[in-house]
């Protein structure tokens, strides 16, 4: 059989024009061999002509099912991307004269670009017919490309692309100079819910954290001002709410739109150990695992522990599973994570359960850090919110789920 001559298709996959006439003429030997047969008597040439047809009709199959296969492929790479794909918006020029249809589908999504000059999406040009500009030729494109097009985030379609601004971040700013010439917004951000009466604590807390990180506390107890003893307080953010619990604050303040700056986000309790724990240290290691979300283990022969895996392990530098009392999310994972947390949530009881859903592979990404660990103190904050055994006194009191299913990461345990 003669070489098959590809032709480039879509998706680059390369199929034959001809390939049915192709697979038909692989057969056509064997037929004839199978017929001329009949006027043959020498010994054993009807063998050798039928294992010659069988093997031309076992290539010829083959093939067929090589090229069918391939095409199948094919079109659901093209399914694929037409669900993927994002569908252009119409754009209304705003003077009258550039509300005149222009020649062609493809000159109109040309101009729209031009008149957005901006590059962060793609618009396939042969689809503009479904894109809202009219397109008074009667002869289709000759030609196919794409057209790089702004799209604005929604409540922000009104207004020029080059003036959106879709994030922010938790860094300072000055009151003078350029903008240009202020501190960079730090790397990861550290976020604790605290009360005044563990100003100590969360002092030692702080100083385990490099000036890689922006700091914002979060005051459960309205007292803000007395924070100013401690230097580092001055360049914190501060945000009061009396009687609310860190995830409260994340919910409301926490926005994936206003953290997308940092790598991670660490969010603590107030009531953390940190003696051997080193903020810089601990990154590296998360990087190096590759975890979406992590926490430091604990040391249980100086503090509390509420899952028994949470402990630290002396002999590895990580294992698996998180809880709330001190989480540390990365960028991709927070986005995730808040928005699984309710507006009515308190003290989190219960989120960790389905932390395995905010990222790609849980058995991989979610784990302990043994190698920095903390000691979790316990101390009881928001004391007198409402009756005792509906506030946060009662944490004891709620009924604790099955350790082994928080920390199992199989599909079963989910």
């Known amino acids: 059989m003669k070489d098959v001559p590809p032709a480039v298709v879509k998706l680059d996959v390369v199929v034959p024009d001809n390939y049915d006439e192709e697979v038909a003429t692989a057969a056509t030997p064997a037929a004839s061999m199978a017929d001329e047969d009949a006027k043959w008597s020498l010994p054993g040439l009807e063998d050798v002509v039928q294992h010659s047809a069988m093997v ?66 793609e618009i396939d040009i042969n689809g503009a017919a479904n894109s809202g500009f009219s397109d008074n030729s009667t002869t289709p494109n000759a030609t196919s490309g794409i057209v790089k097009i702004a799209r604005n985030p929604q409540g922000a379609e009104r207004l020029p692309p080059g003036i959106v601004v879709s994030e922010s971040d938790l860094h300072l700013r ?41 700091v914002v506390l979060f005051h459960y107890d309205g007292r803000m001002t007395e924070w100013d003893e401690f230097k580092w307080s001055k360049e914190a953010i501060h945000i009061s709410a009396r009687k609310q619990t860190k995830w409260w604050f994340a919910k409301r303040f926490l926005h994936p739109s206003i953290v997308a700056p940092y790598d991670y986000v660490f969010l603590w309790d107030e009531d953390l150990g940190v003696e051997n724990f080193t903020a810089e240290a601990y990154i590296n290691i998360v990087k190096k695992h590759g ?71 849980p058995e991989e990404q979610i784990g302990i850090v043994d ?30 789920p099955n350790e082994n299913v928080l920390c199992g990461c199989s599909a079963a345990g989910r």
């Open 174 to 214: 000055r009151l003078w100079g350029s903008p240009s010439e202020d501190t960079e917004t730090r790397k990861y951000l550290l976020a604790l819910a605290v009360g005044y009466t563990e100003r100590v604590n969360v002092d030692a807390t702080v100083h385990k954290f490099s000036n890689n990180f922006d």
């Open 371 to 400: 190698a920095q660990f903390v000691v979790h103190h316990g101390v009881p904050t928001l004391r007198g919110q409402g009756k005792e055994k509906q506030g946060s006194n009662a944490k004891s009191n709620f009924a604790r």
């Open 291 to 361: 975890l979406g979300i992590s926490q430091p283990g604990l040391d249980v022969t100086k503090g509390k522990k509420l899952y028994h895996v949470t402990v630290k392990r002396d002999a590895s530098e990580m294992h698996k599973f998180v809880e709330v009392m001190a989480p540390v999310f990365s960028r991709d994972a927070w986005k995730c994570v808040w928005h699984m947390i309710q507006n009515d949530l308190v003290h989190g009881w219960g989120l960790d359960f389905n932390f395995w859903r905010c990222v790609d592979f």
């Open 56 to 121: 031309m009709e076992h290539k010829a199959k083959k093939l067929r099912e090589h090229w069918e296969s391939m095409i199948k492929d094919a079109r659901k790479e093209a399914d694929k991307i037409r669900r993927e794909a994002i569908n252009p918006r119409k754009i209304t020029f705003v003077t009258p004269s550039n509300q005149q249809s222009l020649t062609t589908s493809k000159e109109n999504m040309q101009k729209a670009a031009e008149l957005l000059n901006k590059e962060n999406e």
